[in-house]
Every structure is written in C-alpha cells, then in structure tokens.
C-alpha cells in the first residue's frame, strides 16, 4: 500500500517562503508523474505543479515564476519550493500521482497573513 506523507507547510506572511516535502512509501516512485495539489476551504482541489521521471515541469498559471517543484527518486521524495506566497496560495497542500492514483495523504497546510 502506497503511503504519502506531506510536511513543511506552516503560517508565513506574504512574501515569505516555504519548502513543502512529500515522502512517497510503497511505490515505483521514480517511474510516476508526482504532483502537488492544494484545496482551499470551499473550492475544489485543483492541480498546482507536476514534474515527470525526466524532470519535465507544469504549473499552474497563478503559481508560475513563484513555485518551483522538484524530485529526489533516491529519496523517493518530491518538494514544493514556494516563493512570493500570497495569501490566495492558503490551502491545503497534497502530493500524488499526476491524475491522482494513490490515497490521499493528510496533507499539509499553508496560511498566508499578515
């Protein structure tokens, strides 16, 4: 069984930084699209950035300049690297397969205020 475990959200102002990581259990990891999901109250969860096994990347438009993602296969890790946070980025924050295919971790939470 697939495991995912979030970890490195917290309360930043905006303009402040945060490094989200992902650990991956039970999977051909290095074989996956890994992506990053966020969920803000009352809005559905929606796809924020996705690397493939050959490094290629996404983002979503409102992220892109200020996110960066990134993947260690040794460490059978994926991280979110956020810079510029605004407080439109507070969400919840999810890894998964890119067109989710594991269980859902509990994922990470981010606040962004003053």
């Known amino acids: 069984q697939v495991q995912l475990v979030e970890s490195g959200g917290g309360l930043v102002q905006p303009g402040g930084s945060l490094r989200l990581s992902c650990a991956a259990s039970g999977s051909r990891f290095s074989i996956n699209v890994m992506a990053w999901y966020r969920q803000a109250p009352g809005s559905q969860r929606e796809l924020v950035a996705s690397i493939t096994s050959a490094y290629g990347t996404y983002y979503l438009d409102s992220v892109r300049g200020r996110f960066t993602i990134s993947r260690d296969n040794a460490q059978n890790t994926v991280y979110l690297q956020m810079n510029g946070l605004k407080p439109d980025d507070t969400a919840l924050y999810y890894c998964?397969?890119?067109?989710?295919?594991?269980?859902w971790g509990q994922g990470t939470q981010v606040t962004v205020s003053s």
């Open positions: 998964n397969t890119y067109g989710p295919s594991y269980p």
